[in-house]
């Protein structure tokens, strides 16, 4: 059983494309988060949502836009796509708070930005 | 400012010998620091996770140790094998929401 997965784990796009990423989770976590792998293997958190909330929002151009419909699923949409942003985008998510602290990553969706 | 560094972009070692990795941070209270693997084209993977009270966590092969003095976590992996061959991530957690700050990682390679 898979437990964190992202779809698609490959995309190819040009600029100014509008492109979003899945994640659903089964392993019953409540807090769900976006990290950004750029090419120098920098792993930087974008955002995190606790039970379908955004509890953290680093500084991140909005035309990354969020969203939870439950707190299983955590997409994230990107409008006007840029350059800089390929890079390769991981979903992870993370047990009850106060109880358990690590994180359980997916295997990445790689976008390249054309 | 705020850093977190890890040792050399990549370390050599050979097969049975200890693989000692660095962790230091500046400007930064983590209330844990956590140790992650990553393979390539693959997420990164937990490993151990330190309180800021505790000096040393063991895991099988795995040794953490964390000086909030120093503002220094050492990783030591006994007995390396070639499948030890990885990145190695080191991660402050700030606590709350446990946003992690991750350091840039050490490739490891284990020659047989």
């Known amino acids: 059983d898979t437990a964190v997965s992202q779809t698609p784990k490959y995309l190819v796009t040009q600029m100014g494309n509008d492109k979003s990423i899945k994640c659903e989770q089964n392993?019953?976590?409540?807090?769900m988060y976006w990290y950004k792998q750029d090419s120098k293997k920098f792993l930087k958190i974008m955002f995190s949502?606790?039970?379908?909330?955004?509890?953290i929002n680093e500084t991140v151009p909005n035309r990354f836009s969020p969203k939870s419909p439950d707190k299983a699923h955590l997409n994230l949409h990107i409008n006007s796509l840029e350059l800089g942003d390929s890079a390769v985008y991981f979903c992870?998510?993370?047990?009850?708070?106060?109880?358990?602290?690590?994180?359980?990553f997916g295997p990445g969706t790689r976008l390249t930005v054309t | 400012s705020q850093k977190i560094e890890q040792n050399s972009e990549a370390l050599n070692i050979q097969e049975g010998k200890t693989a000692t990795l660095t962790c230091n941070y500046t400007n930064y209270s983590p209330a844990y620091l956590q140790w992650y693997r990553q393979d390539p084209g693959r997420g990164p993977v937990f490993l151990l996770l330190?309180?800021?009270?505790?000096k040393e966590k063991r895991k099988e092969r795995l040794k953490v140790t964390f000086d909030t003095t120093l503002k220094q976590s050492l990783f030591h992996i006994t007995a390396s094998q070639p499948a030890d061959s990885a990145t190695y991530l080191c991660a402050l957690d700030l606590g709350g929401y446990n946003k992690l700050i991750f350091g840039a990682g050490t490739r490891l390679a284990v020659h047989p």
């Open positions: 330190i309180r800021e009270n505790e």
């Open positions: 949502y606790n039970n379908k909330e955004l509890i």
């Open positions: 392993l019953g976590h409540d807090t």
């Open positions: 992870a998510s993370r047990g009850l708070a106060g109880v358990s602290y690590e994180q359980y």
